[in-house]
């Protein structure tokens, strides 16, 4: 009788050119390179030189907040650098492309089938730009999502790469509505702090530079939630990232139309809703982020069980002050590199904690074991610089020592010290039998601060060899815990 094997077959299939990845790299630089061309030309031509020169002064203004923003998001489980340059060049380029395309020729349709330009403006500001622009923004989010499976693993990273893609749609449009507001400037003569120029960017770089990115966080946060759901939750899955697309353009012709409520309307959306929405989403993220912190803690000590990790490094590589402390001492004894050795450490444990902890729930692929291997080595080789900096930075972290409180005369007998032998700070008996040893007073040294065990002079196997998630097998279970 035929059985199936336990591990899959490769089977070796020729490549067509198309497949290969320089091919694509170098399709999607191209692709990116002629939509900032022709974005740039675009702008250019509305603004005029000087008028674009001194909107890409002012525009490029608020880019480094907000991308030092996000990225302090995403320090638990940093993302590699080349998605956050692909989604900003998607957004300022490909996007913004798209948008400024879209949103013309719809408007001018509109204009012409109802013969009311005006109405024509409203709608498209309200209908056809929310629809538009948030579908171009939400691409980058899709193609990340698809190809860069194993960077996209929560909600901080729909959150990070679809800030950072709105992060840079902002940019080319601030561009376009700073140049245009000096332009009319230099035609009416306004100058100072009651010019068009100075009101624009006020309202659009003061007020509201996290608009286009708090829009754009609602299809990232759908598509976090997405990849955290398990293959059983195929309709989950299928469903939240229209969602939060939807969400995100509801939200952005709210604010798009919040100048047709009144004269005071648009205050009063931003005071009612843009600024709590704000509160809220951040607080969400901030919150996810102490949750990846608490997954790091929980699914480290299975690998100090096995003799990967040191018992110190769980607790330190869940602290997100300890994790800086550790670098500053890296820094200081082993210079750069060795700063940069500790933060790949970090990293590559990290990602370890949430491989794991994707296998228990049963959403790991098939290179579970694979991938496993290869985050081990890298810790494996890296621990000469990162194992005494994390220890270090356990013990500066560590909670103080209990304080014993002091115990009073009379409870060591029903005489003053003294009445039945020598006074002693401890005598041997109480009113209840033998008091305990001197000892049992002192204060417990921290987990930090005990000797750790030796190393193992060599790597040692993987701690779960017998789990692979693409087999019937169970997944592994922690001594002390009971299978149901």
């Known amino acids: ?82 998605n956050l340059l692909f989604c900003f060049a998607w957004g300022a380029c490909a996007a913004a492309l798209i948008a400024i395309v879209a949103n013309s020729f719809a408007t001018r349709w509109i204009a012409t089938a109802t013969a009311d330009p005006a109405g024509a403006d409203t709608l498209g500001a309200t209908v056809i730009a929310p629809v538009v622009e948030e ?9 990340v999502f698809l190809f860069r499976r194993r960077d996209f693993t929560g909600i901080v990273d729909g959150v990070v790469v679809a800030g950072v893609t709105a992060t840079g749609f902002a940019f080319t449009e601030n561009i376009l509505y700073l140049g245009t507001a000096f332009g009319t400037d230099q035609l009416t003569g306004d100058r100072g702090i009651a010019s068009v120029t100075a009101a624009t960017f006020f309202v659009r770089v003061v007020m509201s530079p996290f608009a286009h990115p708090l829009f754009t966080v609602l299809t990232g946060i759908g598509f976090g939630i997405a990849a955290l759901s398990t293959g059983r939750h195929r309709l989950r899955r299928a469903l939240l990232p229209p969602a939060g697309l939807l969400l995100a353009m509801g939200m952005h012709a709210l604010w798009n139309g919040s100048a047709a409520f009144g004269e005071y309307g648009f205050f009063a959306v931003y005071a009612a809703f843009m600024v709590p929405s704000f509160g809220l989403l951040t607080w969400l993220v901030i919150w996810t982020r ?14 100090v069980a096995a003799g990967w990790l040191t018992p110190a490094e769980p607790y330190a590589l869940g602290s997100m002050r300890a994790r800086r402390l550790a670098r500053q001492y890296a820094r200081r004894h082993a210079g750069k590199e060795g700063a940069r050795a500790v933060a790949r450490y970090e990293a590559c444990a990290t ?22 291997h290869q985050l081990l080595d890298a810790l494996w080789h890296l621990r000469g610089v990162a194992r005494p900096a994390l220890e270090h930075a356990a ?3 560590a909670p103080p020592a209990p304080v014993p409180r002091p115990v009073p005369p009379w409870a060591y007998g029903y005489g003053a010290p003294g009445a039945y032998g020598p006074a002693t700070a401890h005598p041997p008996y109480g009113p209840y039998g033998p008091n305990p040893p001197h000892h049992a007073y002192a204060p417990h040294t921290p987990r930090a601060a005990q000797p750790l065990p030796a190393r193992p002079p060599q790597a040692p196997h993987s701690p779960f060899p017998q789990y692979a998630p693409h087999t019937r097998q169970a997944p592994y279970t922690p001594p002390g815990r009971y299978r149901p």
């Open 351 to 372: 990602s370890v904690a949430f491989l794991r902890q994707r296998g228990r729930r049963g959403r790991a692929g098939a290179d579970f074991t694979v991938r496993e």
């Open 1 to 82: 009788m035929a059985t199936c094997p336990p591990y899959p077959i490769h089977v070796h299939r020729h490549t067509h050119w198309w497949q290969r990845t320089w091919v694509r790299y170098g399709a999607l630089i191209t692709l990116l390179a002629l939509s900032g061309l022709v974005i740039l030309a675009l702008v250019r031509e509305q603004t005029g030189t000087q008028g674009f020169l001194v909107g890409l002064g002012l525009a490029v203004l608020p880019v480094p907040l907000l991308v030092a923003a996000f990225r302090w998001l995403d320090r638990v489980d940093p993302g590699p650098w080349r």
């Open 395 to 397: 013990r500066a972290t």
């Open 290 to 303: 102490q949750r990846e912190l608490g997954t790091v803690r929980a699914e480290l000590p299975a690998y």
């Open 135 to 143: 579908s171009a923004k939400a691409a980058a989010v899709l193609l």
